[in-house]
T-cell receptor, first 113, second 112 residues
Framework: ETGVTQSPTHLIKTRGQQVTLRCSSQ?????VSWYQQALGQGPQFIFQYYREEENGRGNFPPRFSGLQFPNYSSELNVNALELDDSALYLC????????????FGQGTRLTVV | QKEVEQNSGPLSVPEGAIASLNCTYS??????FFWYRQYSGKSPELIMSIYSNGDKEDGRFTAQLNKASQYVSLLIRDSQPSDSATYLC????????????FGKGTMLLVSP
């Protein structure tokens, strides 16, 4: 167990809908990163949050947005869902600084129909 | 564009053998290197991190890094059927807000 928790674990949404995924970071960690993992692929970086601000973004459109709260927990929001958004969404928790390790939550499996 | 390459496998080894997993990366500025294990339907689990050239051992696992060749590997000694999983290589810039670039993973199958 990593101490990183995500909710919900599974979700089915209809194309065009909006979804919010949640992540609680590991104790002592102040940085949260979100990744999307499509079937058969490695995780792809979406964005990272530190001190409640977006701190780096991957190649994802603006309909992917997020938040970080004072307790370092985080949300990932996706608007106007598309079929290709179906994937495992992973939250990674880490500390700030050099040589830090990132630990993943159990993930949220999103299916868009 | 940063790239991390892994052989997709599957790599099949008999129980008790040494499994060797390899990874190359394109960005010479990369400074942190990780191996994650991912069982089917589960999230990635960190098993090794390495930051300097050479070998790092942890139990049955040894990570090897060669920055000049932009190559990192993972050796699993005395492979067990429970080691059957996909192994993801991840590379970070270690800039204080390092994000990870992952390979597609190598599937390892250990037969009893």
């Amino acid at each position: 167990e990593t101490g990183v928790t995500q909710s919900p674990t599974h979700l089915i949404k209809t194309r065009g809908q909006q979804v919010t995924l949640r992540c609680s970071s590991q104790s002592g960690h102040n940085t949260v990163s979100w990744y999307q993992q499509a079937l058969g692929q490695g995780p792809q970086f979406i964005f990272q949050y530190y001190r409640e601000e977006e701190n780096g973004r991957g190649n994802f459109p603006p309909r992917f947005s997020g938040l970080q709260f004072p307790n370092y927990s985080s949300e990932l929001n996706v608007n106007a869902l598309e079929l290709d958004d179906s994937a495992l969404y992973l939250c990674a928790s880490s500390a700030r600084g050099l040589n830090t390790e990132a630990f993943f939550g159990q993930g949220t499996r999103l299916t868009v129909v | 564009q940063k790239e991390v390459e892994q052989n997709s496998g599957p790599l099949s080894v008999p129980e008790g053998a040494i499994a060797s997993l390899n990874c190359t990366y394109s960005d010479r500025g990369s400074q942190s290197f990780f191996w994650y294990r991912q069982y089917s339907g589960k999230s990635p689990e960190l098993i090794m991190s390495i930051y300097s050239n050479g070998d790092k051992e942890d139990g049955r696992f040894t990570a090897q890094l060669n920055k000049a060749s932009q190559y990192v590997s993972l050796l699993i000694r005395d492979s067990q059927p429970s080691d059957s999983a996909t192994y993801l290589c991840a590379v970070g810039m270690n800039s204080g807000y390092s994000t990870l670039t992952f390979g597609k993973g190598t599937m390892l199958l250990v037969s009893p």
